[in-house]
């Protein structure tokens, strides 16, 4: 269940370029949560998952003034804040996207302003399990999972028990605390 907040300034792309892009960074973010998801197991109907992950995956789109070296912008800056569930984040999602929305991007502008890589901002973050809300209900990283891909819920769900203790003994190694004794 990707969500995006797209900052892009007013102007910035013609609006067919524009809505291009939103589609293209929308599918963008389906497609590599849904590899996270996907990763799991390898009978899965992924078409139909990926047509039940699109339904729940929307962007944003908010409009800004982007301000360098203390004056208005020469050229325009675009922010993209995605938040994930808990679990869904990984190295490679975080690399994957940040490259995928920035060649997004350029290849809208389609060469207009200079060195866009530099005007791209991508900034990644997963919302802790328990922290989404719809419904009117709090929604967890099963419950999203099991939407997408149903036979997943419990593999999903047991990655990141697994993820939280790794990083939990790790965390404990850092403070040279013995966690042998405690197993």
Known sequence: ?????????????PADAERE????VSELLVQHELR???DLADDVDAEASAKRARSIAWL???????YVASAPAQAPYYKFVIHVPEGQADEEFRTAITRD??????????GRWPRSEFRVWVLSWEAPDGTWGST????RLGDVVGFV???LREPAVQRL???????????????????????
């Open 136 to 139: 009117g209900r709090i929604i």
């Open 101 to 110: 929305i920035t060649q997004a991007v350029a290849d809208a502008e389609g």
């Open 149 to 151: 891909a149903p036979q």
């Open 1 to 13: 269940m990707p969500m995006c907040d797209a900052y892009i300034p007013t102007g910035a792309l």
């Open 161 to 183: 028990a697994d993820r939280r203790r790794d990083e939990a003994r790790e965390l404990l190694a850092a403070a040279d605390v013995d966690t042998a004794a405690r197993h």
């Open 60 to 66: 944003s789109v908010l409009r800004h003034e982007a």
């Open 36 to 38: 996270r998801t996907l």
């Open 21 to 24: 892009l939103l589609s293209r």
